[in-house]
Structures are given as C-alpha cells and as structure tokens.
C-alpha cells in the first residue's frame, strides 16, 4: 500500500485539480487508481509526458488545474515543452516518482534518474525532493499552490519498489 | 494529385462567423494563417511546443465540455505528436476538432517534404485511433456543420497548395496571449 498517495489525492482534491494526466507507472499505481474513481477529476492516460504539458496547457486555457504523474525517466521526453509553461506561465504541477536512486534494480534507469533534477531546473521548473512518505503530502500541497513548472519528486526509497518481480507484483 | 486549395482562404473560411468557437493553433504557418482571418482573443497561437497543438486542444476541449474548439495546425507539427491522437481517440472528445493545413512540407525551415508528401494518411492514421469522423478534403466543400455541431472527435486533413505567403504575425507575448485567452472566456487570468 501507499497511504503518501491517499495523502496526495487529498491535496489534488483540496486544490480544486479537474485533470490528471499520466503515463502508468507502478510507483504511482494507487494514486492513479483513486484518480480514476473520482468523479470529479478527469483522467487522461498519455502516450508519452510531452502531451501532459500540452493538455495541461490547453486545461488551463479553459479554467481547470491539472497535474502530471509520471516517472522521473520521462522527464527527457517534456524537455522543449517545458518551455511552454515558463514563456506563457502556465501553472502546472509535475509529481514524479524516481528510478536510478541508490537501490535501483535497472542500471538503464539510472543516468536520466540521476539527470532528473537538474534537467528540470535548466527549464525553469522548480524541484522539491521528498526523502520522507512524511514529506510527500506537504510539498505536493506547496507545489500546488505556486505558480509556473512545480515538480516534486518521490524518492525510490519511499515507493520501495526493489526488483522486477516486485514491479511485476503490484 | 496537385492540391489547388489555398491555405489563407480554407482557414479564413473555418474561422468565418466564428461564433464561440475556441482556437488552438500550431507553431509556423498555421499561427500565421488564424492571424491573418482575423486576431482574436479567443484564439491561442503557438510559437513553439511543436507537437502539442491537438494536446492543447483536448485539454480545452475536456475544461469546456460545452464549447466548440478546434486545432489548425499543419502536418509537420502533426507528425511531431501523432500520439497525441491515439490519446484524443481514447478520450473521445465531442466537441473537438483537429485540422491539419496540409502542405506536406515544414513551410518554416525551407519547404522539405514532410511524410505526407510520400504517402502517410494521416486521416487514416486518426480513424484507426478512434476519431468519429476523418476525411481528406481536396476541393471547396461545407465545413461549418463539423467545426460547429456534429460529435466529434472530428478530423480534417486538408489538401493544401505548398506556398510562401507574406507573414501575418500575432502577439508574441506567451503570458498576454493565454491571459487574454482566459480573460475572454473566463473573465479573469488568474488562478
């Protein structure tokens, strides 16, 4: 179980978020089941996290607050759409679960987990890292409330996910 | 087959009594081309994020549910996020349309070929994906019930003739562009 996600659905809720887009991840699998059974969100499963920013783009022009869940190994794939939201401001929260962190069973995982933070802040895009199941639930509610490319990232630590066979389980 | 459809005239025609239609636009001449039919609030041209024109179009089109929106964006810029209506067709929005000017070539770079010039169907490609209605046009027809009435998600890929026109540029200011943008349909720009 993951109760830090239960945690972040509150926040979401509590943010008055309308969409939620997602490219599947294990990491965030409650999080986007409880997204799912909420009526009053819309949840959009993506191809890739580059179209998360274009909805949440074109969400916003509309007058509804999403996020993007997503793990830190599709952060790559939002690098030049990221500059939409600093050229036009678009708020946008960005919660990614890590890969490639101390513990990783995937040594593929590990060079865009390493370059993950420091690919969001050459975009503009604020980072908040919590180590903690503790720490999840304030800084989502945090990011939430600040304007522009938030992203928080979810250590590998706190998803405790160890092998393939634990991913393949969930 | 030559194209002889002109790409001001088609898009100056889909915007015509425009209504209370929302616009999303893709980088390059298709941002030219709303522009020239006319600057309007309601109106969002992109000046990068190629790829994510019909992405932004089903975000509007999901926070709108009641309004019409519709994605003009050339085939280039289509090609970049072909995905993207894989996602529209999954989501079924009906009151979105996505229509490619379709020049087959990057008018912006020095007209290459794009792949539609060697064949790729890209109204075939979004009828797989799920789209209700997706044809190519090639000559002048009625398109006004499509962009305004019948269920969607609709698509368009129109046959176009490969030209450089004179540039008809829009704001370049992103954050008076989207402020604007929600300050016309909203009535404010902030959160």
């Known amino acids: ?138 800084l989502v509610a945090a990011a939430l409330k600040s304007g522009g490319g938030q992203a928080v990232l979810i250590s590998q630590k706190v998803i405790g996910i160890k092998s393939f066979q634990e991913q393949t389980n969930q | 087959m030559k194209a002889t459809l002109r790409r001001r005239d088609v898009v100056k025609k889909l915007l015509s009594d425009r209504r209370n239609l929302l616009v999303v636009a893709g980088l390059g001449s298709t941002t030219w081309d709303i522009t020239a039919a006319g600057d309007h609030p309601l109106g969002f041209p992109t000046w990068g994020a190629m790829g994510q024109a019909a992405m932004m179009g089903l975000g509007l089109a999901l926070a709108q549910p009641k309004r019409r929106v519709l994605v003009i964006t050339g085939d280039g810029e289509m090609l970049m996020g072909l995905g993207s209506l894989a996602t529209i067709g999954v989501q079924q929005p009906k009151n979105l349309t996505v229509v490619v000017i379709d020049n087959e070539r990057y008018g912006e770079t020095g007209m290459q070929a794009t792949h539609t010039a060697r064949g790729v169907d890209l109204a075939k490609v979004a009828k797989a994906c799920g789209f209700r209605n997706s044809k190519v046009v090639t000559k002048s027809v009625p398109l006004r019930d499509l962009v305004h009435k019948t269920a969607g998600p609709n698509f368009l890929q129109i046959k176009v003739v490969a030209e450089k026109l004179p540039l008809v540029l829009p704001p370049q200011d992103g954050v008076l562009l989207k402020d604007r943008f929600r300050r016309a349909l909203l009535g404010k720009s902030d959160a």
């Open chain 1, 1 to 138: 179980m993951q109760p830090w996600a239960d945690e972040i659905h509150r926040e979401l809720t509590h943010a008055g978020v309308r969409v939620v887009g997602y490219v599947p991840d294990a990491g965030h699998k409650r999080l986007i089941e409880l997204c799912h059974a909420d009526k009053s969100m819309r949840t959009v499963v993506l191809t890739t996290e580059e179209e998360g920013i274009g909805l949440a783009a074109g969400a916003w022009l509309g007058g509804a607050r999403s996020v993007l869940l997503m793990q830190s190994s599709g952060v790559g794939n939002v690098v030049n759409v990221l500059g939409l939201l600093k050229t036009c401001g678009f708020p946008l929260t960005m919660i990614v679960t890590m890969r490639g962190e101390p513990g990783e069973f995937n040594s593929w995982q590990v060079p865009m987990g390493e370059g993950t933070q420091a690919v969001f802040e050459t975009m503009g895009v604020q980072v908040s890292r919590a180590s903690t199941a503790a720490d999840v639930a304030p």
